[in-house]
């Protein structure tokens, strides 16, 4: 990792998330570098990421957006992937994306989330999760399974196409742009494990944050 070698560049948004990086940066293969967007953590997520090998990035104001628009900006590679850097999926199945973006398959690959075991994925998100995709459906005729929790394409494509929302609504902004745009999304399954020890999701972790991403996606959503 480190410098830029690799023609695409994996970009982790994390805030406090310290516990799952160690781990998670291990399984990062030699084909990406990777890029850590510190989003004002307070557990040292910065200092572990480099002792991993990887580029910081910091980024003050709070929101999955923030972080990701931030990594992509900084990324220098032709291509970019994204995915979350609480150790829930695994890096080395962005492979398979890529290359389907690579080979002219589709504008953006996307993951599905496949739980690797019962309760992985809490009821109120997947019941948020599945509201979301009834209402795109219905509203534009994209039809997805999740909410493309990987994403893959090409850097300048996702700079272009403007993505606005910095919270938790920027992948459905992303995936309504995407398609307002004819890009040819391609879905491929990816498997979604527990996340690691010591870290807690800001979406799944509760109900109540189940409800502000919510909140998020109903702002974005045409």
Known sequence: MGDV????ELILPCRDEAAA??????????????????NASSDGTGEV????????????QPGYGAAVHAGVMAARAE???????????????????????????AT??????????PGVWPWHARAGNA????????????????????RVCRREMLLDIGVLDR?????????VRAHRAGWRLREMDVAY???????????????VGSLQAARDFARVLP
């Open 49 to 60: 990421a480099r002792r991993g090998g990887a580029r910081v990035v910091r980024e003050e």
């Open 167 to 175: 919270r938790f609504g920027y992948p459905v902004e992303l995936l």
């Open 21 to 38: 990086l160690p781990a998670l940066l291990a399984l990062v293969p030699a084909e990406l570098d990777v890029i850590v967007v510190d």
């Open 108 to 117: 953006m690959a996307v993951g599905r989330r496949r739980p690797s075991a």
């Open 5 to 8: 070698t690799a023609t695409c």
């Open 193 to 207: 494990r527990p996340r690691a020890a010591g870290t807690r999701s800001k979406v799944s972790g509760s109900v």
């Open 131 to 150: 509201a979301v995709l009834r209402w795109l459906r219905r509203r534009t005729g994209l039809s997805l399974h999740d909410i493309a929790p990987v």
């Open 79 to 105: 291509w970019v992937a994204v995915m979350d850097g609480d150790g829930s999926l695994d890096p080395r199945e962005v492979l398979p994306l890529l290359r389907c973006v690579q080979l002219g398959e």
